[in-house]
């Protein structure tokens, strides 16, 4: 059974602080996996998105990597902002499934 | 329409209701998807739909869960007999079609059982 865990729960930094977020997963046989934003109160929406053939996937300030066999993903911030304060989720999709299973997020707080 | 949208985005109703949520997603997805989310907590996997039949519905909790896509685009999630432990976000998604998986979701539906 995937389970998918992302370490920190929370983090705070300062404004202009380069970041990793860390995404695990316990079965390495994934179709993709995707990051997700979370603002309180609202819905997900797609960051990034890494097929299972793809090392890693930029998209302006953010860089996502995969390595399937340690069955770890990690989101880079750049340069970050306040605006950047949200909720952090990946959801991995199991090569032979439907689903996307997800972790609990990461809570990111950027100081001013 | 341009994104997924969501149908009521609040519904409060009291224990032992029956309860609809809507999802329209976006134009031309065949795959669709619904979660639940508590606070704090990712989402959590209910049903999916490629088209009109409902490909995987291993998530719903129990037989108090329904849901139907009856002509392969609007879906509709139905609780009957709510319970306290039903309140949640629900929210739905969709994805042009389950292989290339890019998951779009919708603002979701805050439901409340007093």
């Known amino acids: 059974k995937q389970e998918v865990t992302q370490i920190p729960a929370a983090l705070s930094v300062p404004e202009g602080e380069n970041l990793v977020l860390n995404c695990s997963f316990t079965d390495s046989a994934i179709y993709n996996l995707q990051w997700f934003r979370q603002d309180p109160g609202k819905g997900l929406t797609s960051l990034l998105l890494?097929?299972?053939?793809?090392r890693e996937q930029t998209s302006g300030r953010l860089n996502a990597s995969l390595d399937k066999s340690s069955g770890r993903s990690t989101l880079y911030i750049a340069a970050s902002q306040p605006g950047d304060s949200a909720t952090y989720l990946c959801?991995?999709?199991?090569?032979?499934?439907?689903?996307?299973?997800f972790g609990t997020g990461t809570r990111l707080k950027v100081l001013a | 329409g341009a994104g997924v949208s969501q149908t009521p985005s609040n519904k409060v109703t009291e224990k032992g209701k029956y309860v609809e949520l809507r999802c329209d997603p976006i134009s031309g997805h065949t795959a669709l998807y619904w979660y639940r989310q508590s606070l704090g907590q990712g989402p959590e996997f209910l049903i999916y739909?490629?088209?009109?039949?409902?490909?995987?519905d291993s998530g719903l909790p129990n037989d108090r869960f329904f849901a139907v896509r009856p002509e392969g685009s609007v879906s509709t999630l139905k609780i009957q007999r709510t319970e306290r432990g039903d309140s949640a976000v629900y929210l739905c998604a969709s994805s042009l079609d389950s292989h290339t998986g890019e998951l779009f979701f919708g603002e979701g539906s805050r439901l409340t059982v007093l």
């Open positions: 739909f490629q088209g009109t039949g409902a490909a995987d």
């Open positions: 890494i097929q299972s053939s793809q």
């Open positions: 959801a991995v999709k199991t090569s032979g499934t439907y689903k996307y299973i």
